[in-house]
C-alpha cells in the first residue's frame, strides 16, 4: 500500500512539473523587437487529383505571429503556420491558397500559391 502511494505521489509531481513547464513563454511569441518576415508558402504537392489533400506551410519569423488563410476552391483545415488543402471534386484547374501573416505590432504580409487538380 505505501508503495502504491508513492509511486501516485511521484506520478503527480511529474504531471506538475509538466504542467508548469508548459506555461512558460512559447517561443512562438518570438521577440518584440524582431520584425516580421514572411519568407515562404510552400505545398507538399502542388499538383493533385479531385478528393486528395496536400500540407501547406508558412514559413514566417516575428513576434505574436497569426495566420489567415483562404482558398479560392477547395477545403482549408487546420489553424496556425500548417494547414491541409483538400481539392474540391467540383473545382478542376487552378485554385489559389493564401495566407496572411500578421505579427504583434499589427503589421502584415500575404503570399499566394496555386495548386492544380485534375
Keep these: 500500500m505505501e508503495a502504491m502511494k508513492s509511486i501516485l505521489f511521484s506520478i503527480l509531481l511529474i504531471m506538475i512539473f509538466i504542467a508548469c513547464e508548459n506555461n512558460k513563454e512559447s517561443p512562438s511569441e518570438g521577440n518584440p523587437d524582431q520584425l516580421l518576415n514572411f519568407e515562404s508558402l510552400v505545398a507538399e504537392d502542388n499538383s ?16 505574436q505571429l497569426s495566420y489567415n488563410w483562404s482558398a479560392s476552391a477547395g477545403d482549408l483545415l487546420g489553424t496556425g503556420s500548417e494547414v491541409i488543402y483538400a481539392a474540391s471534386p467540383c473545382h478542376a484547374g487552378s485554385n489559389e491558397i493564401s495566407c496572411t501573416v500578421i505579427d504583434g505590432h499589427n503589421q502584415s504580409q500575404t ?5 492544380v487538380v485534375f
Aim: hydrophobic share 45%.
Design 48 to 63: 493533385l487529383n479531385a478528393g486528395e489533400s496536400t500540407l501547406i506551410k508558412a514559413n514566417a519569423t516575428g513576434y
Design 111 to 115: 503570399k499566394s500559391i496555386i495548386i
